[in-house]
């Protein structure tokens, strides 16, 4: 038989395991032994050369489900980001990149790329004539994040993957928002996926854990540099990310479907006054949405109406948690305006888009009619505890 796994769940469920020889269980066995013999074996091993059992098993995984050669596990998705770029930038650089980029991504920019002399131009919209326009003789790198947070905004993979390539430079993408299940942008040519496994991959909020996807040589390279940074990730934490990823496909699925009722819902709901979803028709990005995402993704924004008192609506939610992060199995909203934009000016945060009333939502399992219901009374409520304006006279 062909053991070549094609499905997506399929992939999720048996790409990679370990077997176990001695009593045949039906899952990979876990070794957390950190000492490893160095006489007559083919390979050193050691939790910081990336190369344990069970490291190497997920890394199958992970490459199989981004349709490349190779992966990498790391310790956070932020040590997955800053070990890439580094590892393809040096003194003198530059790399092309939007500014609507994930804030931990944005802070490494800011406040280390000086100390090694990389460059960087922050595009305010990213098409590809916006990456076209900033590249320079000395460029090395572009950068995506495709669909944006938060308001969903997409990026053509294709055509930014010809500019680059075209120039000699580069491609990386954060595929967090998509996970592998909606968006594999190796088929469109981009060079280096990147993860933070924190949120779907590992899809239950109880594991940090970030990921690389490749060709061989661009992750040997990166490789090089992570085994000196030393972000490993331990193994019992990789061996639960392994049992995470069996349940990815109809996970993810599930969400998406989530979303996208949701984002019909809300989109004729009388007090919401705008909805972010690629899935919708009316949205800027879903002619790209349909051609380079399998699914439209389990993340969405709205805007309240003025009606809506913002706060009092967040805490009459019954079963949706305001929290931070996303992509958990249960639903969680927040604020962008009270976290990942709250440093920001009020002109600042009007000029990204990002209003008083903007809602940022993570579909989780659940089911629709319950999370229905649950948005339907929490608008009700926050509707009847605005103060009434003066009655008229
Ligand atoms: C959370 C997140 C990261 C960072 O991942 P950590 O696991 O928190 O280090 C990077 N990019 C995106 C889009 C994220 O949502």
Redesign the pocket.
Known sequence: MDKTAKGINTICTHVGELEDREFRGAVSPLYMSTSYAYEEVDVKRYPRYFNTPNQEALCRKIAALEHTESALIFG??????STSLLAFLQKGDHLVIPRQI?G??YNLLAEEFGKYGIEYTLIDWSGVSDFENAIQPNTRVCYL?TPS?PLLSLTDLEAVANLARSRGIKTMI?N??ASPVNQNPRDFGIDII??????YMGGHSDI???AVAGSKEDVDRIFHLAKNLGGSLSDYTVWLLERSLKTMGIRVKAQNENALQLARFLSKHPHIDRVYYPGLEGHPGHEIAKKQMHGYGGMLSFELAPSIDRRAFMKSLKWIKASM???GVESTLLAPSQTSHGLLSPEEREQAGIREGLIRFSAGIEDFEDLRSDLTQALDRALSTKPAALPKT
């Open positions: 956070s998705g932020m040590a997955a980001v994930y931990g991504t994040e947070n954060d967090t928002f990147i993860h933070s496994a924190t949120k940090c854990a970030g992060s996303l992509a």
